[in-house]
């Protein structure tokens, strides 16, 4: 007699112990599920607009996950978005789920590879990169773990040359209390689940939180626990590879003049244009102009702006970077092309006469609003690119606080500004000392704006992703806390302080 094969909705087969497990030839490509050392550099042929649609792809996935950190989104809010990001670009539309997988694993590969040598240039490139890049595989690594069949597990072990010590049947029984004593494992999952040995400073986090077995210098760490083991050796592994590849950078692109400008300028040039929109947050008939800007610094800009503002006012002049930096936030936050020659007049009208101003600085602004040149439509820099661009030197205002301002300075600041309590301010230092510079100004938001994500009315995305998102959330904010839209003028206590003392 034929046996009958009891399948769940989703394909597992149920065994004589009544678990329900998925067979090797029945698996189902999961892209969340795709974890990769991406040992082997690919070999493949691209045109180049097939090398440029698999960089920006994968670019969205990464911003994606960026974003996600910096909005403090888990849990399932967090797999869901991450998950339907990846779909929709890294998952290659096919008939056939067998040519899905393959095209979709070279799409993964190929993105990955042609990134990393983009990112591989400067030391803040190869951090975002890194950082980015760590999260995706720890997430993927952790679906992986999911499958209870461990089919795709011993596969991308096998492809990895991962080769983790599994600790043997009679040494897991001589182990058996200290092993139970140290993890969550219940005495019920013990038998079932596989413990590897591996030198004890491979997994020092759950050395640290005792969370495995030490002896002779091995730790013995569960299955469920290895995910903090092989996200370490990824992360290890691309680290010396972004630093290997760095050397040759140069060299390479050199060579082939028609994908350096290419790689070089990938960050920028695949910045999200459509992060906000002009003038965002400003409620009808309210405007940002050269008479209200003042005020507007103190009470709505984030402390990258709120010092450049500063540091005008200080020295009636800024350089080309700041110039940029702020002039296009201003456009950004809807200032016409007419205030902003106004404003700007105004303050380096101060230290020269009307004519050097008009020779020497209005072609500029004309220019970001394009008016001049290519007449070319510029939009205000996102935090990514503040973070990573230029760093500021002597006498510079630009840049953002958070990532090129020495700890003492802006904690002084702070304190200076009056940032929320000595708690708030301690949090924005930590993520400030972590080197998490968007964490740090979401920190500073949330302490000066109470309670924002319970506030109708109040849009909050991309806090922490663009200078411009933070000015109309604050705004928003305080529109909606208020009868009178318009902000205090007498917010004294609001005033930006500059520091500039900033490198
Ligand atoms: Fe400005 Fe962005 Fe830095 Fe905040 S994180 S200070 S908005 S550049």
């Known amino acids: ?47 180049l607009d097939e090398f440029e649609e698999a960089a920006l792809a994968r670019l969205k996935v990464l911003r994606k996950i960026e974003e996600l950190k910096v909005r403090n989104i888990t849990g399932d809010s967090f797999h869901t978005m991450l998950m339907e990001t990846l779909k929709a670009n890294l998952l290659v539309a096919d008939t056939t789920n067998k040519k899905k997988e393959e095209q979709s694993k070279k799409l993964d590969v190929n993105s990955h590879f042609i990134l990393r040598a983009a990112y591989c240039h400067s030391e803040d490139l190869r951090r975002w ?8 595989f720890k997430y993927r690594f952790e679906n992986l773990m999911k499958d209870p069949s461990r089919t795709r597990l011993r596969q991308f072990f096998r492809e990895s040359n991962i080769d983790l010590d599994r600790v043997s049947a009679s040494e897991k029984e001589r182990l058996r209390p200290m092993l139970l004593s140290c993890s969550d494992i219940t005495p019920t999952l013990f038998p079932t689940t596989p413990y590897f ?43 010396k590879s972004l630093t290997n590849a760095g050397y040759a950078f140069s060299k390479v692109t050199n060579e082939n003049g028609r994908i350096n400008p290419l790689l070089k300028s990938m960050h920028s ?5 459509n992060r906000y929109t002009t003038g965002e947050g400003m409620s009808d008939g309210q405007e940002l102009t050269s008479q209200n800007v003042d005020t507007y610094a103190a009470q709505s800009m ?5 010092q450049l503002h500063s ?21 950004g936050a809807g200032m016409t092309m007419e205030e902003s020659l106004m404003f700007f007049q105004r303050e380096f009208g101060k230290i ?36 990573l ?9 630009h840049g953002c606080p958070y990532r090129h301002y020495d700890d003492t300075h802006l904690s002084s600041l702070l304190t200076k500004m009056n940032i929320g309590t000595p708690a708030d301010r301690d949090a924005i230092m930590s993520h400030k000392k972590a080197q998490n510079p968007q964490l740090a100004c979401v920190r500073h938001f949330e302490a000066v704006h109470p309670a924002a994500t319970s506030v109708k009315g109040v849009t909050l995305d991309n806090v922490g992703n663009h200078p411009n998102a933070w000015f109309a959330g604050s705004v928003s904010y305080h529109a909606a806390k208020s009868d009178n839209v318009k902000p205090d003028p007498d917010a004294a206590f609001l005033r930006p302080v500059l520091e500039s003392k900033s490198v």
């Open 1 to 47: 007699m034929n046996a009958v094969r009891v399948r769940s909705s989703n394909g597992e087969v149920l065994k004589n112990d009544g678990r329900f497990i998925k067979e090797e030839t029945d698996l189902v490509y999961d892209i969340t599920a795709d974890a990769n050392f991406y040992n082997e550099v690919p070999s493949a042929e691209l045109s």
């Open 302 to 306: 984030p402390l990258c702006m709120s």
């Open 269 to 273: 040039q695949y910045a999200d244009k």
């Open 197 to 239: 040995a591996v030198p004890f400073t491979q997994a020092l986090d759950l050395v640290a939180k005792r969370q495995c077995y030490v002896e002779a210098g091995l730790a013995y760490v569960p299955l469920p626990k290895i995910v903090s083991i092989v996200t370490n050796k990824f992360t290890t592994a691309l680290s």
């Open 389 to 397: 661009g230029n760093p500021p030197q002597s006498g510079d205002h």
């Open 129 to 136: 990169f890194k950082a980015q890049e760590t999260f995706l």
């Open 311 to 331: 540091g005008l006012q200080q020295d009636h002049k800024l350089k080309h970077w700041g110039r940029l930096q702020y002039g296009l936030f201003l456009k």
């Open 352 to 387: 020269i006469t009307a004519e050097q101003f008009n020779k020497n600085y209005s072609y500029n602004i004309r220019h970001m609003y394009g008016k001049e040149g290519k007449r070319a439509s510029y939009t205000p820099y996102n935090c990514t690119k503040i973070i």
